[in-house]
């Protein structure tokens, strides 16, 4: 048991830990059972290390710009301070649609409409909502994986169940096959979740992958629930997204697209996204957002809008730093035997060491030995042990430094 950082030792910490166990069994069975994050295990070991070189949770080092913060403190000082609409302030509904028709050029043949957007208190409220609205208790999600371990773990807190479809590796690239998600399929599979590019593997959807997922869950009457969180990291230089459902769907399809701020605009510490998903559906969503946090506050909606409008200047900057991040770790643990990895996407590097089965063991010897902190591909889900990810999306010195320490520490035995 780690108490305050430090290993537990005395007698105060033992009946602390019969405390927490008693604790334990008064919660529901639900809230007990949600899991621990297997990056937040290794983070704790390493978490204030004089030195190291933290690139082991999904964020970049730049903080949000400054007018994105004007806007939030001008909304403040002018007394924006009240409650607001459920579903967003309008003037961010109608950005967020804007934005859209400038990433993909209109859907079903018009202009996105502001009334498919909610805005949401984070990425991941947003995909809490896309379970309550898809599935209920004892249905199934299919989660593609290695994956992102929160979208399992919500799926299990609303009391469904993830059912997790290994994708399959090679260095050419991570492949996912749409007859292993159809073999997976059960009475009571609801969803299927798609992280297109995905954290952590930066597998990136073709248009022809994403064509056999809609075909799969128009057959079977499944919805798709559709991160698209880092769909502008795209290193596609002739692209301004990468390929998306938006020019697939059809009106009558069930597919549920969850985004963030966090990503684009370097707003992690924010807690802002939004849910887009047929209008008919609006009213369960308002229902949803009312019940959970009854609306995010306007000072961050209205720094939200800032991002969407004058952003794009600082997000084409932010990824073009990106990819000389991604040119720096490619090519430096391309040279160290016994790695192997596929071309990275997201702002992720998914790397296999050779004879490491026990990648949190290993991760945890990396911050000893070598200062660098990395997530352990065992929190990912089946078909990640042995993996390692690494987030690019940082000064190019730093990773430079990152992969000099981490060749050393992995050339040793
Ligand atoms: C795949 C994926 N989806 C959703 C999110 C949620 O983002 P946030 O809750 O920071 O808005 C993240 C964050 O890391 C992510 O990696």
């Known amino acids: 048991?780690?108490?305050?950082?430090?290993?537990?030792?005395?007698?105060?910490?033992?009946?602390?830990?019969?405390?927490?166990?008693?604790?334990?069994?008064?919660?529901?069975?639900?809230?007990?059972?949600?899991?621990?994050?297997?990056?937040?295990?290794?983070?704790?070991?390493?978490?204030?290390?004089?030195?190291?070189?933290?690139?082991?949770?999904?964020?970049?080092?730049?903080?949000?710009?400054?007018?994105?913060?004007?806007a939030a403190a001008q909304s403040l000082a002018r007394g924006e301070t009240f409650y607001m609409p459920q579903p967003g302030i309008p003037e961010l509904r109608q950005a967020l649609a804007a934005y859209h028709d400038r990433l993909y050029g209109g859907?079903?043949?018009?202009?996105?409409?502001?009334?498919?957007?909610?805005?949401?208190?984070?990425?991941?409220?947003?995909?809490?909502?896309?379970?309550?609205?898809?599935?209920?208790?004892?249905?199934?999600?299919?989660?593609?994986?290695?994956?992102?371990?929160?979208?399992?773990a919500a799926v299990g807190v609303a009391g469904a169940r993830a059912v997790e479809v290994p994708m399959h590796f090679s260095p050419s690239g991570w492949r996912l096959d749409i007859d292993d998600l159809k073999a997976a399929i059960t009475p009571n599979t609801k969803a299927i979740f798609v992280n297109s590019p995905?954290?952590?593997?930066?597998?990136?959807?073709?248009?022809?992958?994403?064509?056999?997922?809609?075909?799969?869950?128009?057959?079977?009457?499944?919805?798709?629930?559709?991160?698209?969180?880092?769909s502008r990291f795209t290193y596609d230089t002739q692209r301004l997204a990468t390929p998306s459902l938006h020019a697939l769907v059809a009106p009558d399809d069930r597919v549920l697209f969850v985004n963030t701020f966090s990503k684009n605009w370097a707003m992690t510490g924010w807690r802002i996204g939004w849910v887009e998903a047929p209008p008919a559906v609006g009213p369960a969503i308002e229902n949803l957002i009312q019940y959970a946090t009854s609306g995010v506050a306007v000072f961050m909606q209205r720094a939200a809008v800032c991002a969407l409008n004058e952003g794009e200047s600082r997000l084409a900057a932010l990824m073009e730093r990106t990819r000389k991040g991604r040119d720096i770790v490619v090519e430096a643990l391309g040279k160290i035997q016994g790695i192997s990895f596929a071309s990275p996407g997201a702002f992720y590097l998914f790397f296999r060491i050779d004879g490491v089965t026990d990648s949190t063991a290993y991760a945890t010897a990396l911050?000893?030995?070598?200062?660098?902190?990395l997530a352990p591909g065992s929190a990912f889900g089946a078909g990640g042990d042995g993996f390692f990810r690494l987030c690019f999306a940082r000064d190019p010195e730093t990773l430079a430094l990152a992969c000099s320490r981490l060749a050393d520490r992995i050339a040793r035995p």
């Open 107 to 152: 859907l079903f043949g018009q202009a996105f409409p502001a009334d498919r957007f909610f805005v949401t208190g984070s990425g991941m409220q947003a995909i809490q909502i896309a379970i309550t609205l898809a599935t209920g208790p004892d249905d199934e999600v299919l989660v593609p994986t290695p994956a992102w371990p929160n979208f399992h």
């Open 1 to 70: 048991m780690i108490v305050a950082g430090r290993a537990a030792a005395s007698e105060t910490d033992v009946t602390i830990d019969q405390d927490s166990a008693a604790w334990r069994q008064r919660l529901s069975a639900r809230a007990a059972a949600a899991p621990a994050s297997g990056i937040a295990e290794v983070m704790r070991h390493g978490f204030g290390r004089a030195g190291i070189i933290p690139l082991w949770v999904g964020e970049g080092d730049l903080p949000t710009a400054r007018p994105i913060c004007d």
């Open 367 to 373: 911050i000893e030995d070598a200062n660098v902190g």
């Open 198 to 230: 995905s954290n952590p593997t930066g597998w990136t959807a073709s248009e022809e992958n994403l064509r056999g997922l809609l075909r799969l869950a128009r057959d079977n009457g499944l919805w798709i629930i559709a991160d698209e969180v880092y």
